[in-house]
Each structure stands twice: as structure tokens, then as C-alpha cells.
């Protein structure tokens, strides 16, 4: 079956949101064997709405729309659909039930504008809305378009998740007589064109039904392996093989094949050895330590972070040397080093991690340019403190991110190896 998403509004096209609800719908469709061949976003105006849909009806058997069902005077889904189709609206007993339950809890009188949000197109089986008060709408749209299915849904995103989660897929998975399984594989340390060249045997040589497709990203580059078939054990078979061929091919730059972050997995690997960690953060200002920390569960191996951001801070909080600041600048790996010795030893943690570095847009120099980081990492009953000088090429958003990624990499390098 086709499936095809529009996502309907004008601060979509301007760039004032982000379409994270195609996204999330598209992930729920895959769970159940139902891979979306089209997105298309489109403005509020009537005509286009028309014009849209009625293009994608011909081509897809199931059109799904988010926005454009709120009660203010640029939600015109509603009424594009109802031109579309020829079609009037009807009251749901059951919209216009929970629409009254939630005014009330508010205090409010019910208006005209109101009860329009309970109002669906004529022969709609009625998604209910557990969230808001715009009732969703599934509708077979009947012989004009190969009696393909529309399905009506807010663009709020918890409105939408819920609708799709309780209704939607339910209703749908039972029509699927597909499989479609998705692997990720998470890089660390690697280019896309050097991943690319590593593994192109296994590219040239992909079994049927199954694709592979890099997704670079800020920090690196991850792959997803996906497969699409009728049977169930075939499919996981022939993704997995993929997965594996890969995996024996760069396996030293690959963290994970899973659904989990860098800092899910480093939190795994302390757990694992017992072990705590710190952090003695300059030009991350923070970043590190709230990306270890973004992991539920984090206070069982997260101990102290350390936001030393002037040398006098350096100084007095990790007694970095002032002669070493002096001598070879905060921005080096002499600081770094001595920045996880002073957190490593005033935290009692296992490990530290340090990173010193200029993320921009000024303060380099032709020695040290913008983008210069360097870190380093200490453990517990060892002498020797690792340390590293990186050049990242970006604004100081991306700089930073990347500092933190780096430092996260090398942390894990260093987990990975014991």
C-alpha cells in the first residue's frame, strides 16, 4: 500500500516549525509494515489544501494530514474536504461529548467556534481526541478516488501522537500484509565517503527488498538498514545479515545498532564496569555534562561537573597551575590534562573528562585557530592522562556540539578498550 503524509500550514513553509509530526508518523507507519513514499507540506490556503489532496488521493491509498482543524479562521482543512468531496459535516455525539467535559473543566461557555470542532465530515469514522477538542477523521473517499482513505488529524504534536497511537494504527494494521524493518547503525570517528568506500561490497550486493541509506548528521554519519517483505522471519534474516556484514567491516567506529544515543550507551558501559565519572568542562560550557545527564538513571554513575570558564576558575576550583596556563595558553593539551587530574581527584570519581578549546566566532589565532579543542581524560589509579588536539570546522552552536561529541567519542573509545 502507498502512503502518502501533508502536513498542512504556513509557519511550516516559512521555517517557524519544524515537521516533526511527518517524522513521527512515519516511524509508526514503519512498525506496522507501511513505508510512506511521500511528504508534502502545503499552505493554508483553501485552493492549495484542494489541489493537494486531491493530488495525493489519486496516487496513494492512504493520505494522512495533520493541521488545519483548529476553530481560528486559517484551520481550512475542514472545508478544503468538504469542497473536495462534495460532502457536508455532521455533529459527533461523541467529539462534541468531550468537547463539553474539557470546556467545563476550563470554566468556559460553549460557543459556535467551539462546537465546530466537533463537526466531522459526513460518513467520518471519528478519531476520538484524548489531548485536545479537534475530533480526527478517518474517510473513505469513495469511487472518484479508488475508494482511497483520508485521515484528518490536528497538527498540535501530543494531539496528533495520541490520535495515531490509540486509533490510527490500530485501525490500519490490520489492512498490512508487509513487513518493514528498520536497523540503525551508529558511527563514531567517521566520514560518510570513507564509511561509503569500507562497505561498498555490501552495498553492491543487497538482498532484495532491502536498502541502505546514510544519514549524515552535525557530528558524523549513521546508516539505516531497511527491509521490505511478506515474511516475517525472511525479512529479519536478510536485515540482519546486512547489519552483521557491516558490523565486520567497521566495527571499531560503530557504538551501537539500536535505537540508543552515545550517552545511553556510555551510561551502559559505566554501569557495567562499576564505574563513576566527572567532568571539567571550558568551551562545552556545560554541554557534556548535560548530555550524560539527559540518560534516566544517570545519578548512578554521573558524579560532578565542573564549569571552569576563566583560568582564574581553572585555577582555583581544579588547581590547574597558573604557571601552565601561563606557559601554554588555557587552550592546550598541558590544561586539559591537568583540568581531569583536578577533577579526577577533587570528585573521587573514576574517570574525568576535560575539554579546553576556542569555539568562535573570535579568539583564535593562526596557532590555535576558531574551532581548536583540546581534551583529555584521566582514571583512577593510572598515571598516564589521555589527551588530544581536534580542529572542528563550524559556528559556535555547531563547535560546541561538536566538542561535546568528541570528547563523548573519545570517553568511549577509552571505556570500549578498558
Known amino acids: 500500500m502507498r502512503l502518502e503524509i ?15 509530526n511527518a517524522a513521527f508518523i512515519a516511524r509508526a507507519f514503519a512498525g506496522i509494515g507501511m513505508p510512506v513514499g511521500r511528504v508534502v507540506v502545503c499552505s493554508d490556503l483553501e485552493h492549495e489544501i484542494v489541489s493537494v489532496f486531491a493530488e495525493s488521493l489519486e496516487r496513494a491509498d492512504i ?3 495533520t493541521g488545519g482543524l483548529g476553530p481560528t479562521r486559517d484551520d481550512r482543512t475542514k472545508k478544503a474536504v468538504q469542497q473536495l468531496l462534495e460532502r457536508g459535516v455532521e455533529l459527533s455525539q461523541e467529539a462534541y461529548q468531550n468537547l463539553a467535559g474539557r470546556i467545563k473543566k476550563r470554566g468556559l461557555a460553549m460557543s459556535a467556534l467551539l462546537r465546530d470542532q466537533a463537526m466531522v465530515i459526513e460518513g467520518s469514522y471519528v478519531i476520538p481526541n484524548t ?64 564509511l561509503a568506500d569500507m562497505i561498498v561490497d555490501v552495498e553492491d550486493h543487497l538482498p532484495e527488498g532491502t536498502t541502505l541509506a546514510y544519514l549524515p548528521h552535525a557530528t558524523g554519519v549513521n546508516l539505516m538498514i531497511s527491509t521490505l517483505g511478506r515474511d516475517r522471519e525472511m525479512v529479519d534474516r536478510d536485515n ?14 560503530i557504538y551501537a545498532t539500536s535505537e540508543v544515543t552515545l550517552e545511553e550507551t556510555i551510561g551502559s558501559m559505566l554501569v557495567s564496569g562499576g564505574q563513576r565519572v566527572a567532568v571539567a568542562e571550558s568551551c562545552t560550557g556545560g554541554l557534556l555534562a548535560s548530555r550524560l545527564t539527559d540518560v534516566p538513571g544517570s545519578s548512578s554513575y554521573f558524579l560532578q561537573g565542573f564549569v571552569v570558564y576563566s583560568n582564574e576558575a581553572k585555577h582555583s576550583a581544579l588547581g590547574v ?28 570519581a573514576d574517570v574525568a573528562v576535560a575539554t579546553t578549546g576556542i569555539a568562535g566566532p573570535s579568539g583564535g589565532s593562526p596557532e590555535k585557530p576558531v574551532g581548536t ?28 556540539l561538536r566538542f561535546s561529541e568528541a570528547a563523548l567519542r573519545e570517553l568511549w573509545e577509552i571505556l570500549r578498550c578498558g
Do not use: W
Not at 540482519?240 to 567506529?253: E, G, H, L, S, Y
Not at 601552565?324 to 573521587?348: D, H, N, P, Q, Y
Not at 579543542?373 to 560546541?400: E, H, P, W, Y
Open 6 to 20: 501533508i502536513s498542512v500550514g504556513d509557519e511550516l513553509l516559512k521555517g517557524h516549525r519544524v515537521n516533526t
Open 63 to 65: 493520505v494522512l494530514v
Open 131 to 194: 489531548k485536545g477538542t479537534a475530533a480526527g477523521m478517518i474517510i473513505a473517499c469513495g469511487e472518484r478516488f479508488h475508494h482511497h482513505s483520508l485521515v484528518l488529524m490536528p497538527g498540535v504534536p501530543s494531539e496528533m501522537k495520541a490520535m495515531m497511537e490509540l486509533t490510527v494504527i490500530p485501525y490500519f494494521a490490520v489492512l498490512s500484509d508487509t513487513v518493514l524493518r528498520h536497523t540503525p547503525i551508529k558511527t563514531l570517528g567517521i566520514g560518510e565517503s570513507t
Open 240 to 253: 540482519r545479515a546486512v547489519v552483521d556484514a557491516i558490523v565486520r567491516r567497521a566495527d571499531k567506529f
Open 321 to 348: 597551575p597558573e604557571e601552565t596556563i601561563k606557559r601554554f595558553g588555557a587552550v592546550s593539551e598541558e590544561v586539559a590534562r591537568a583540568m581531569a587530574s583536578g577533577c579526577l581527584e577533587r570528585s573521587g
Open 373 to 400: 579543542l583540546c581534551l583529555a581524560i584521566a582514571r583512577k589509579n593510572s598515571d598516564d592522562v589521555f589527551s588530544r588536539t581536534l580542529f572542528m570546522l563550524g559556528d559556535r552552536a555547531q563547535n560546541k
